[in-house]
C-alpha cells in the first residue's frame, strides 16, 4: 500500500463534508504532484497563451475605448476561449480519474493508462460538459442564481460520465441526482477552491512580473493555474466518490471496479 492509501481517504460515518474532501484532494494532490501538475499544465494551458496575447496586444495597441470593447471579434474570442478551456478541462479530468482512483486504492498511478481511459470516453465527455455549460450559461442569462443551483447540480458531471459511462443527456440526470440534498455544500466546495486558486494565480503573476516583466507573469501565473486546475479537477472526482460512498454505500474498490 502507498502513503497515500495509509492517510485514511476512505469515506467514514461522518458523511459528506466539505473539508474532508478539500483536505482528500489535497493529500492525493500532493502525493503525486508532478504528474498531477501535469494535467493541471494542459488544463491551465490556454490562459498561458491568453496571457501572452494579451500582453502582446497591450504593448502593441493604443487603449481601447469602452465603445470598442464589446465587438463581434471580442465576444467570439471569449466564446472561443470559453470552449476551448471546456473541452482541455474536461478531458484532463476525465484523464485524471483513473489516477486519483488508483490513489486512493493505493495502486500506482500510471500517466498512460490514465490517459487512455480519459480519451476513452472523449465525445461524451466533451458532450456532457458542453450540455452542462450551455443550461448553466442560460441559468446566469435568465436570473443568475438558477446558473448557480445549476452549476453544483452539475458539479460531477464529468465524473459521471467517465466512470458510469453515461451518455451526456443521462449524465445531467445522474450528476443532479447526486448532488441533491448536498448542494450548498457543493456551492463551497467550488467556490472555496476557485476563491484559493484565483488569488494566488494572481499574487504569483505578479511577482513574476516584478522579477521578470511580462515574461515572469505568465509563467509564474501559469504554474499557479496548473497546480490549482489540478486540485480543482481533484476535488471534482473526490465530491464524486464521496457522494456515492455516503449515498450508495459503496468503497472505492467497487468504484474503481469499472477500471479492473
Request: charged content about 10%; some cysteine; hydrophobic content about 55%.
Amino acid at each position: 500500500m502507498s502513503d497515500i492509501a495509509n492517510r485514511n481517504l476512505a469515506v467514514g460515518s461522518e458523511g459528506f463534508r466539505v473539508g474532508r474532501v478539500l483536505s482528500k484532494s489535497l493529500t492525493i494532490l500532493t502525493g503525486n504532484f508532478p504528474k498531477y501538475l501535469l494535467f493541471g499544465a494542459v488544463i491551465a494551458l490556454p490562459n498561458l497563451v491568453s496571457a501572452f496575447k494579451g500582453n502582446n496586444t497591450a504593448t502593441s495597441q493604443q487603449p481601447v475605448s469602452p465603445d470598442q470593447a464589446f465587438t463581434t471579434a471580442v465576444v467570439v474570442g471569449v466564446i472561443a476561449f470559453v470552449l476551448i478551456w471546456l473541452v482541455v478541462f474536461s478531458v484532463a479530468q476525465s484523464a485524471m480519474i483513473y489516477g486519483a482512483f488508483q490513489d486512493v486504492r493505493g495502486r500506482p498511478f500510471d500517466i498512460g493508462a490514465s490517459v487512455r481511459r480519459g480519451l476513452g470516453r472523449f465525445l461524451p465527455v466533451i458532450g456532457a460538459a458542453i450540455c452542462a455549460v450551455v443550461l448553466i450559461g442560460i441559468g446566469f442569462a435568465l436570473l443568475v442564481v438558477p446558473g448557480f443551483i445549476l452549476l453544483t447540480m452539475f458539479f460531477v458531471i464529468i465524473p459521471v460520465c467517465g466512470v458510469e459511462g453515461l451518455g451526456p443527456l443521462k449524465s445531467l440526470g445522474r450528476s443532479s441526482q447526486l448532488t441533491k440534498g448536498y448542494r450548498w455544500r457543493i456551492f463551497a466546495l467550488y467556490l472555496i477552491p476557485g476563491l484559493i486558486i484565483g488569488v494566488g494565480s494572481g499574487v504569483l503573476a505578479e511577482v513574476g512580473s516584478l522579477i521578470a516583466g511580462a515574461a515572469g507573469y505568465a509563467i509564474l501565473g501559469f504554474l499557479a493555474s496548473a497546480a490549482g486546475g489540478a486540485y480543482q479537477a481533484i476535488v471534482n472526482i473526490m465530491t464524486y466518490h464521496d457522494l456515492r460512498s455516503v449515498k450508495e454505500g459503496l468503497d472505492i474498490e467497487q468504484l474503481a471496479a469499472v477500471f479492473d
